[in-house]
């Protein structure tokens, strides 16, 4: 079945440093959505990328959405304390249905 | 506005005891609902959808079963708990009316299977 694989694990910076998190699926996507989960919280919706090539911003959060149409990436410039979290894409599989990749946890040294 | 309930936060149970958590949606109807288990450190796995009452569909085989009796109300249930049911539990709801559309998390339920 399709499979969104999501790296790394884990990513530690300091306060200030960037960020990035990478998303690759095993079959192409309609679309990608990423979502963010704050420390004992439940996700929330961040973005969805839908056209191939696509890049949008959120004020320090970059998001793209590769060519083939089959990875992603979220970059985050100059952490902060707030960025705290873990960062989830997730791979539209049809039917109202997505597959999420196992998460970046991020923690950041203040 | 839309919102989603889903109770209760956390739970702890003994192995073999029944579950029920409950899951509805206020300021919508015809949502999209979805179960997910998160097992701690990791990514969210669909469990149950629903597109409609008394529809449900199944992700993987396991210990658990779902059910929608209303439009907006979602219900996830075990018979008998296992150690390995513990986990993070969401609950979320998507628009019905196209695809592709973002989900939308209840503020989960933690369970503990002792």
């Known amino acids: 079945g399709q499979q969104v694989m999501q790296i790394p694990q884990y990513q530690h910076v300091q306060e200030g440093e960037d960020f990035t998190t990478y998303c690759n699926s095993s079959?192409?996507?309609?679309?990608i959505q990423w979502y963010k989960q704050r420390p004992g919280g439940h996700p929330v919706f961040l973005i969805q990328?839908?056209?191939?090539?696509e890049v949008k911003k959120q004020k320090r959060l970059t998001f793209q959405f590769g060519e083939a149409k089959k990875n992603s990436s979220l970059h985050i410039t100059a952490t902060q304390t707030t960025d705290v979290g873990t960062y989830f894409c997730?791979?539209?599989?049809?039917?109202?249905?997505?597959?999420f990749g196992q998460g970046t946890r991020l923690t950041i040294n203040p | 506005s839309q919102t989603i309930h889903q109770w209760p936060a956390t739970l702890v149970q003994p192995v073999g005891s029944p579950l029920s958590l409950e899951c509805t949606v206020e300021?919508?109807?015809?949502?999209?609902l979805y179960w997910y288990r998160q097992a701690a450190g990791r990514g969210l796995q669909l469990l149950f959808y629903s597109v409609g009452i008394g529809q449900i569909s199944s992700e993987v085989p396991q210990n658990l079963s779902a059910s929608r009796p209303q439009d907006r109300q979602f219900i996830l249930s075990s018979k008998k708990l296992l150690l390995s049911d513990s986990g993070f539990y969401l609950c979320?709801?998507?628009?019905?009316?196209?695809?592709?559309?973002?989900?939308?998390f209840g503020s989960g339920t933690q369970l503990s299977v002792l």
């Open positions: 300021g919508t109807s015809n949502p999209n």
């Open positions: 997730a791979g539209d599989r049809g039917a109202q249905k997505l597959v």
């Open positions: 079959t192409t996507l309609s679309n």
């Open positions: 979320a709801w998507s628009p019905r009316q196209s695809q592709n559309e973002k989900l939308f």
């Open positions: 990328l839908v056209k191939s090539g």
